[in-house]
């Protein structure tokens, strides 16, 4: 076979339009799509601007508006049926159901809300809500699952990140809101309907496993991708110190949503540079290697015939308590039935549960303390803003407290569960100003936990299954939600309402909402939930005692055999130019033994 001509392309049309093509099918540019996917991917963070129209157009209390918060965060952290889904169906199918999914819930609430239907009963808002907000499980299991799969020497990098964007998605999106509605909370509900589920819709052909292979300086990609996300976080804190202090116009909210959005679309920039710096080497490798003669004598091979294993049910049963070594692959019924997901499970249940009650009860929560109307979107954004913070400081320091000095991840969950009391004691005893400051530290505490905790899956479980094992662990905060938001939260407010409408003479009405006033509201609760988070910080302890020798070792070994730079696509460039080296004169060894000094 003689190999010939130019397959450069040069700076033509021709040239320039397989560049376009590399760049869209690169691991790089999926990262970006997936960055932009998981900006809008963040609504349910978003329940406490309407949750007040929720409970006053449909007259419900708050233990009832509570079990509505209950149904979204279940929702939207029960994604066993995305991951199951994405075990069988390319990853452009899970993005799909997602978008449909997140239309119906919200679009219905929406329709509730301003009369267009009949007075829902409570179950068909739950359910509408259920569907809305476990919409958001697929963009998660689609894309998110997706990219650490494609990178899995930086997971925690990559988690940080996009877990990231999916914390700071709800002031990205309360900047888009009141740049379309202003302060219309209804109308909300109605882009929370059509934005998350237009956007995924777009990269549906971009998101896809793709072979792993590893780029020069690619954490130093990650880096700069992490400058522009906090230079976002930035601006917006900035933003929202401005509204709280001046009452923004309609073009200033619009103004500043369009630095919002250059700000989002500013790492396509690194995209194309890095990826034209790979297309250009490769491109140079392949000019070298076609201008060689490489004779094959003999034709290459056949491609082998698969071999199809034969599965037997009964096996997967009988190694159910026999898993393998922790960071092999294991089985979906090894990894849920194991005691280290059991111990993760309750942990984050008391840490997550107490900080999602947080969060769904800030409308409430800054009604009874006497905080102005206009604080409540203030304490949203705080929330959104720091939740993106801890994120991203989780997934970074952790991967290079891991990789550098091997502290473990399970250590740095328990600290961020204990420092997540500290909020909830201020909301406790309802120090001056203190929902400002149990904003900032339940938001960065909720952030810091969600990619802890999928790291750590990943790392004890293994990735083989990932896509369903990531979506288990993330039950355990609905089930922490319920017991504290609707069994203690919820109901010790509207005893507390009922009492103080006693004390007043008053009966309530059919139909009627119940609204308590004062610190007495939810300081019962949050003791009793900063009890519970201190308790599942001592359960993370035992984590950190099982797992220590684990932790010890290099658990990103596997990864690292046969690793080398490469270019761009499923070609190494390494791989490439030693092909073409391989059969060239001596000097062109010489000169490649030069280059790699």
Not at 553 to 576: A, N, Q, S
Request: hydrophobic share 45%.
């Amino acid at each position: 076979m003689v190999l010939t001509g130019n397959v450069g392309g040069g700076g033509s049309l021709k040239g320039m339009k397989r560049f376009v093509s590399d760049v869209l099918s690169s691991r790089l540019f999926m990262v970006f799509a997936t960055l932009i996917i998981m900006s809008v991917n963040g609504s349910g963070y978003m329940f406490g601007l309407y949750s007040d129209d929720i409970k006053s157009t449909l007259g419900y209390d708050q233990t009832t508006l509570n079990l509505i918060s209950f149904f979204k965060d279940l929702g939207g952290n029960l994604g066993i049926v995305a991951g199951l889904v994405y075990e069988v169906v390319p990853p452009w199918v899970v993005l799909a159901m997602g978008s449909t999914m997140n239309f119906f819930g919200y679009f219905m609430i929406w329709l509730s809300i301003t009369g267009r239907l009949a007075k829902p009963q409570v179950w068909q808002v739950c359910l509408y809500m259920w569907v809305a907000a476990n919409s958001q499980s697929f963009p998660n299991t689609g894309a998110l699952v997706t990219c650490v799969k494609n990178f899995p020497e930086n997971r925690g990098s990559v988690l940080g990140l996009l877990k990231g964007l999916i914390g700071l998605s709800g002031a990205i999106m309360t900047q888009y809101y009141h740049a379309f509605y202003m302060d219309d909370t209804k109308a909300l509900i109605l882009m929370l309907a059509w934005l998350p589920t237009f956007v995924p819709l777009i990269f549906l052909r971009t998101i896809r496993i793709r072979k792993v292979v590893r780029m020069a300086k690619e954490l130093d990609i990650f880096y700069r991708f992490l400058y522009i996300a906090l230079g976002l976080a930035g601006f917006i804190m900035v933003v929202i110190i401005l509204q709280n202090k001046v009452k923004f116009t309609r073009t200033e909210y619009i103004g500043s949503t369009f630095v919002v959005l250059l700000l989002l679309l500013l790492p396509l920039v690194i995209v194309i540079k890095e990826e034209f710096s790979v297309w250009t080497n490769k491109d140079q490798a392949s000019n070298n290697h076609s201008q060689l003669n490489v004779v094959t004598e003999n034709p290459p091979a056949a491609p082998a015939r698969p071999v199809v294993a034969r599965i037997n049910p009964l096996a997967c049963i009988k190694t159910i308590f026999s898993p393998p070594e922790r960071g092999e692959d294991y089985g979906i019924l090894q990894a849920i039935f194991s005691i280290d997901m059991l111990v993760l499970f309750i942990a984050t249940a008391c840490g997550t549960g107490g900080a999602l009650t947080v969060i769904d009860n800030l409308g409430q929560l800054g009604k009874s303390l006497g905080y102005p109307t206009h604080s409540i979107s203030t304490f949203i954004s705080l929330v959104s803003m720091w939740n993106f913070l801890g994120r991203v400081s989780a997934g970074y320091l952790s991967e290079i407290a891991l990789t550098k000095y091997n502290f473990p991840r399970p250590l740095m969950l328990s600290l961020v569960i204990l420092l997540s009391c500290v909020g909830h004691l201020l909301i406790a005893f309802a120090v001056p100003n203190s929902l400002y400051f149990a904003s900032v530290m339940t938001g960065f505490c909720l952030g810091a936990q969600l990619p802890l905790l999928c790291a750590i899956i990943s790392e004890l479980f293994g990735l083989k299954h990932y896509s369903t094992m990531y979506n288990v662990g993330s039950v355990s905060s609905p089930v922490g939600s319920y017991i504290f938001n609707v069994r203690i939260a919820g109901r010790l407010y509207d005893k507390e309402a009922l009492k103080q409408m006693e004390a007043l003479g008053l009966k309530r009405r059919p139909g009627q909402d119940l609204t308590c006033n004062g610190a007495a509201c939810y300081r019962l609760a949050f003791i009793i939930i900063s009890a519970a988070t201190l308790f599942g910080s001592i359960v993370s302890l035992i984590m950190v005692f099982r797992t220590r020798a684990f932790y010890r070792g290099d658990i990103y070994k596997k990864f690292k055999g046969g690793v080398v730079p490469t270019g761009h696509g499923d070609v190494p460039l390494r791989e490439m130019e030693d092909k073409a080296i391989a059969t060239a004169p001596e000097e062109k060894k010489d000169d490649k033994e030069m280059n790699s000094m």
